[in-house]
C-alpha cells in the first residue's frame, strides 16, 4: 500500500516560489511514476507534472512548462515539486500520486496522497 506525505504549501504572494516534497512509502520512485496534480474548489482535477519510474522522463502541463520542476532527492523515495514564478492561478490544493506509469489524464493515478494548499494572493 503507497502512502504519501506532501508538505511545502503556504502562503506566497504572486512571483514568489514555494517547493513541495512527497515523501513516498511502500514502494519507490524506481518502480512508480510519480506525479503531482492539483484541484482548486469548484474545479476538475488538473494534471501538473509527472516523472517517469527510475527518475527518467518527465512531462509538464503547459500551464507549468518553464515555472515548475520535477526532481527526486538522492533517497529515491521523496519528489520535488519546484514551483516558480507563482501565478494566482496556480493557487489549489496539490496532491502527490503514483501510478505504473504517467497517466494520460489526472484521474488515471491509482494512488494519491492528502494534499498540501497552496494560496497565491497579494
Known amino acids: 500500500q503507497l502512502q504519501f506525505v506532501e508538505s511545502g504549501g503556504g502562503l506566497v504572494q504572486p512571483g514568489g516560489s514555494l517547493r513541495l516534497s512527497c515523501v513516498v512509502s511502500?514502494?519507490?520512485?524506481?518502480?512508480?511514476?510519480i506525479g503531482w496534480f492539483r484541484q482548486a474548489p469548484g474545479k476538475e482535477r488538473e494534471g501538473v507534472s509527472c516523472?517517469?519510474?527510475?527518475?527518467?522522463?518527465?512531462n509538464y502541463a503547459d500551464s507549468v512548462k518553464g515555472r515548475f520542476t520535477i526532481s527526486r532527492g538522492s533517497d529515491k523515495n521523496t519528489v520535488y515539486l519546484q514551483m516558480n514564478n507563482l501565478k494566482l492561478e496556480d493557487a489549489a490544493v496539490y496532491h502527490c500520486?503514483?501510478?505504473?506509469?504517467?497517466?494520460?489524464?489526472?484521474?488515471?493515478?491509482?494512488?494519491w496522497g492528502q494534499g498540501t494548499q497552496v494560496t497565491v494572493s497579494s
Open positions: 516523472m517517469g519510474a527510475g527518475g527518467g522522463s518527465t
Open positions: 500520486a503514483a501510478q505504473w506509469g504517467c497517466p494520460d489524464n489526472p484521474y488515471g493515478y491509482d494512488y
Open positions: 511502500g514502494s519507490t520512485t524506481d518502480f512508480h511514476a
